[in-house]
Structures are given as structure tokens and as C-alpha cells.
């Protein structure tokens, strides 16, 4: 009998387990993209079948009945589930000086769970996520060249979404929030995909480098994503790689550096901007088809066009 009662219990405990949502905590009203991101990266974690509660509340009663507590709380305690940065003297600082915002720390708690490695946790830290921390401690990534301009930030997609003036009457901060968490979900699944493929090119486009005879020029059998790893050589001026057009190889000059224009080495100056009959005439090579005005790619009908013109234009 005692065994019999103590199981009929165990089963109630399981459907009761079942049935409880797990509660996710942040602020209320306005909210920006670090909030956003980190409750959209805890609720992939926790799997499409897990029921989530969202609770934006600045009340402490209601962070210490959530399970996670992002960006509220004063308290960044990954293993008790709270991830904040507003405490006095911040919740620290990357090797780059970009300090943590509450994104940030979800990612450096979850992030190669969710991409299964570190190399693709750190494609998205560098693409994703540390620039949305950088705008949520006030830290400029960019300068300005133009007078009233500014880059158009992933924080201003979600700014144009929030109630504004009048519609603050009429529309809720916190339905705003969930259907955001959506689009939020969607970016952040795409990205952690993406970086994932590209954590594979890296390596075979590394491979590929090691393999080159001569390093000025690496020749790619794909597609791939390069300039991370190239960059990071001191040899490598030009790729040569299928491009997406059937039958279409290219030549890319590899850039000084992962952000910016400025290349190592452009293609010869009387290249640029040349086309068909013309640029072959030039180039000496009858496969040539065009070369960008900018001089940073040119374009052939075949893999041996492409490599002989990347050739052509280390002479």
C-alpha cells in the first residue's frame, strides 16, 4: 500500500512538473535590444515545448519567483539564473575593452550550448552580440563621416516597433515586447546558424591555406567565408573562389583588415571598371569578363581564367 501511495505522488509531482511554466523576468516598459536578445536567447535554450511566462516587473518579489532574471535585479549570478549589469561598477568587461551588457552575459553563459562550439559562440558574440551590448553601454562602435548620419542599428529596428506619443494610451509596452521576441528569436536563430557554417569554412578555408603553394593567392572550392582567417596571415593578397553564378569564378583582394575598405594589395588600376572584349584585351586573358571599378574583384568564366588572373595581377 505504502509503495503504491508513494507512486500514485511521484506521478502527480511529474504531470504537476510538467504543466509549470518556467518564469523569465526583465523590466518593464521601453525595452532595447540587450533585454531582448537575452530573453529571446534563454527561450531557445529551453526548447519550442517548454511553456514560458515573461514577467516584466521592477518588483523583487516577482524576480525571486522567476527562474531567470535578465536586466533587472543588480545581480549577475549565471548559476542562479541572473543576468544583470546595472550594479555599481558593471558586471566586467571582453579582452577588447567592450563591456557587458545583459545580452552578453547570457551569451557568455549559453552561447556554445546553443551553437555546439565555441568557434561559432564567437561568431555570433562578435557579430551579434557585442554590438548590442557596446550600443547598451553607451559605447561607440562607429565615427561619424556625415553630418547628421548615422548607421541604422538592429536597437532602432526594435525602437520603431514601441509605442510612441499618443500610442503610449493605446498600445502595451509588454505585447509590443512578446510580439519583438519573435523577430528577436528569428535573428538570433539565423545567426547562430549562420555562424555554425562558417565555423566549418574557416576551417577549410585554413586548410586550403596551408595546402597553397604560393600563399599571395588561395584558391577556394567554395563559397566560403574567408576574410576572418586571411586576414590573420601575413602573406595572402588575393582568393579565387566558385561564385554563385553558374559557371562564374572569382578573384576578391584580400582587405587589411576584417571591417574596413582598405585592401592589401587592389587589382592593376587599369582593370578597374573594364569589361568583356575590353578587359581581355588587357588582361591577356581570354576568360576575363569584368573587374569591379574599386579594383577588389574581377570575374571569369573558369576556375583556370580566375587563377590566371589573380597571377596576372601579382606581376
Same mark, same amino acid.
Given at each position: 500500500m505504502g509503495d503504491g501511495l508513494?507512486?500514485?505522488?511521484? =506521478?502527480?509531482s511529474i504531470i504537476h512538473n510538467i504543466n509549470m511554466s518556467v518564469i523569465i523576468a526583465t523590466h518593464p516598459g521601453g525595452f532595447h535590444a540587450d533585454d531582448l536578445f537575452a530573453v529571446a536567447a534563454i527561450i531557445i535554450k529551453l526548447g519550442e515545448e517548454t511553456q514560458v511566462e515573461i514577467i516584466r516587473s521592477r518588483e523583487p518579489s516577482d524576480w525571486e519567483k522567476a527562474d531567470w532574471v535578465v536586466d533587472v535585479?543588480?545581480?549577475?549570478?549565471?548559476?542562479?539564473?541572473c543576468f544583470d549589469h546595472h550594479q555599481f561598477g558593471g558586471a566586467g568587461k571582453?579582452?577588447?575593452?567592450?563591456?557587458?551588457?545583459?545580452?552578453g552575459l547570457v551569451w557568455k553563459y549559453l552561447g556554445e550550448e546553443l551553437t555546439g562550439g565555441k568557434k561559432a559562440a564567437e561568431i555570433v558574440?562578435?557579430?551579434l552580440v557585442q554590438? %548590442?551590448?557596446?550600443?547598451?553601454?553607451?559605447?561607440?562602435? =562607429?565615427?561619424?563621416?556625415?553630418?547628421?548620419?548615422?548607421?541604422?542599428? %538592429?536597437?532602432?529596428?526594435f525602437f520603431a516597433l514601441q509605442p510612441n506619443g499618443e500610442e503610449i494610451l493605446e498600445r502595451d509596452f509588454d505585447q509590443v515586447?512578446?510580439?519583438a521576441l519573435v523577430w528577436a528569436q528569428t535573428f538570433l536563430k539565423r545567426e547562430i546558424k549562420l555562424a555554425c557554417q562558417k565555423a566549418e569554412e574557416f576551417s577549410r578555408v585554413a586548410q586550403a591555406y596551408?595546402?597553397?603553394?604560393?600563399?599571395?593567392?588561395?584558391?577556394?572550392?567554395?563559397?566560403?567565408a574567408w576574410k576572418e582567417v586571411l586576414v590573420e596571415k601575413p602573406e595572402p593578397l588575393y582568393v579565387v573562389y566558385p561564385r554563385k553564378e553558374e559557371g562564374r569564378w572569382g578573384v576578391k583582394a584580400v582587405p587589411s583588415g576584417v571591417v574596413g575598405f582598405d585592401l592589401r594589395r587592389p587589382l592593376p588600376?587599369?582593370?578597374?571598371?573594364?569589361?568583356?572584349?575590353?578587359?581581355?584585351? %588587357?588582361?591577356?586573358?581570354?576568360?576575363? %569578363?569584368? =573587374?569591379?571599378?574599386?579594383?577588389f574583384l574581377c570575374v571569369a568564366d573558369s576556375r583556370q581564367a580566375a587563377i590566371n588572373l589573380a597571377r596576372k595581377a601579382l606581376e
Open positions: 508513494n507512486g500514485f505522488v511521484l =506521478c502527480l535585479g543588480g545581480k549577475n549570478d549565471p548559476e542562479a539564473g571582453r579582452d577588447n575593452g567592450i563591456p557587458y551588457a545583459s545580452f558574440d562578435r557579430v554590438p %548590442i551590448d557596446a550600443e547598451d553601454n553607451g559605447v561607440d562602435l =562607429c565615427r561619424p563621416i556625415f553630418q547628421g548620419v548615422a548607421p541604422y542599428k %538592429i536597437q532602432n529596428v515586447f512578446k510580439e596551408r595546402e597553397s603553394e604560393d600563399k599571395r593567392v588561395i584558391v577556394l572550392e567554395g563559397d566560403h588600376a587599369d582593370w578597374g571598371g573594364k569589361q568583356e572584349e575590353e578587359l581581355k584585351k %588587357i588582361t591577356g586573358e581570354p576568360g576575363a %569578363i569584368f =573587374c569591379h571599378n574599386k579594383r
